[in-house]
C-alpha cells in the first residue's frame, strides 16, 4: 500500500471528490461571513462576494483555478435556486428542501438560509437564471436536498453536500430539484 499524496504542508491529500466536496462547504462558509461582514456597509452582492472567496482559495492554494470555478458555479446554482424558490413562493427554506430538516446539520442549514437571505435584493433578477439553470448533472456537487430524475421520475436525497451520482433506477445523468407542485405524488 502507498502513502497517500502529501501537499506542501506536509498533509495527506484529500481524494478530488472529497476535496471539492469540502471546498464547497468552505467556499459557502467563506461567502456568508463575507457577507455578514459587510451588510451593514451597503447591500452586498453575492456573486461578487462568492467570486473573491473563490479567487482566494485559489491564491492560498487550496483549489486550482478549474476546481475553484466548478465549485462556485455548483454553489451559485444552488443559492440562486434556493433564492429563486423564495422569491417565487414566499415560502420558507425549509420547505425548499423538502425533507426532515433534523437529518441535515444545523451548521449547513444556517450557513445556506443566511447567504440565500441576504441575497433577497438580487432574488427578482436570478430568477430567470435559476429557472434556466434547473438541471443538475452527475458528477456535480450540490447542496442538500431532494433531486428528481428527469427521466423517470426517481428522488435522490442529500441531507449535506455531495457528488451527484446517475440515477440509481434507470442511469440517466440529469436532474432537476423537486418541485412539490409538480412532483406531489
Known sequence: MTDPEQTPTGKASEPPEDKLVGAYEELLRRTQETLTAT??????????????????MVELGELTREEAHKVSDYLRRDVEDAASYIAETGQDLSDWWRFDLQLIEQRMMDLFARAADQTSLQLAAWAETARQMTLYQAGEITGPGTLV???????THFVQPGR????????????RREDPDRDAQ
Not at 456597509?41 to 473563490?54: D, Y
Not at 451527484?164 to 436532474?175: E, H, K, S, V, Y
Open 164 to 175: 451527484i451520482p446517475n440515477c440509481a433506477d434507470c442511469g440517466n445523468l440529469t436532474f
Open 149 to 155: 430524475c428527469d427521466r423517470c421520475g426517481a428522488k
Open 39 to 56: 451588510q451593514k456597509e451597503s447591500a452586498p452582492r453575492f456573486r461578487e462576494l462568492l467570486e473573491k472567496a473563490r479567487d482566494n
